[in-house]
């Protein structure tokens, strides 16, 4: 158990919907980052928030948007969904602004039909 | 643009057989070094990193990685392997003077056969 937990665990719904994806990091970290994990294109950095702010911005999408609140649990936004967002994302954690190790949780699964 | 690469897609080897996963990265500046594993239905967790100092890293498990800058490579190796070794392994790359972003490969799935 790494600590940070994301919620739901499995999500089911259809094209055009729009969805909220949940992470709380671990107790003291104050960054949280969001990836994407699909077949085709692998791991892929969404974004990352340090302490409420938006500190890196990776290979995500218009309709995707995410944000961190005052008690550093995080949101991802996903708005007309598309079969091709179907995928695991997963919230990951670290202590400070910096990039040093990571502590993933353990996914969200996304099936849009 | 930075790139991370994990030539082998699946490895399968026999138990105490000796391991090698391959990891190139493109980008010729200071770079933090990770890999990641996956255990089947787990989270990813760190395995090992490299930031400076001694090339050769050890992580976890038996594990091992050596920085090779002339090579832009980050090859991870264990002398044994075990049926638990079973797993997907990924290497990433951060360019440290870039920026806080970074780069996974796209991941080796290790099969270890008893």
């Known amino acids: 158990d790494s600590g940070v937990t994301q919620t739901p665990k499995h999500l089911i719904t259809a094209t055009g919907q729009r969805v909220t994806l949940r992470c709380s990091p671990r107790s003291g970290d104050l960054s949280v980052y969001w990836y994407q994990q699909s077949l085709d294109q692998g791991l892929q950095f969404l974004i990352q928030?340090?302490?409420?702010?938006?500190?890196a911005k990776g290979n995500i999408l218009e309709r995707f948007s995410a944000q961190q609140f005052p008690d550093l649990h995080s949101e991802l936004n996903l708005s007309s969904l598309e079969l091709g967002d179907s995928a695991l994302y997963f919230c990951a954690s670290s202590p400070t602004g910096r990039l040093d190790t990571q502590y993933f949780g353990p996914g969200t699964r996304l099936t849009v039909l | 643009a930075q790139s991370v690469s994990q030539h082998n897609h699946h490895v399968i080897l026999s138990e105490a057989a000796s391991l090698e996963l391959g990891c190139n990265y493109s980008y010729g500046g200071t770079v933090n070094l990770f890999w990641y594993v996956q255990y089947p239905g787990q989270h990813l967790q760190l395995l090992l990193k490299y930031f400076s100092g001694d090339p050769l890293v050890k992580g976890i498990k038996g594990f091992e990685a050596e920085f090779i800058k002339s090579k832009f490579s980050f090859n991870l190796r264990k002398p044994s392997v075990q049926w638990s070794d079973t797993a997907e392994y990924f290497c990433?790359?951060?360019?440290?003077?870039?920026?806080?972003?970074?780069?996974f490969g796209k991941g080796t799935r290790l099969h270890i056969l008893p």
């Open positions: 990433a790359v951060n360019a440290m003077d870039r920026d806080d972003k970074i780069i």
């Open positions: 928030y340090y302490n409420g702010e938006e500190r």
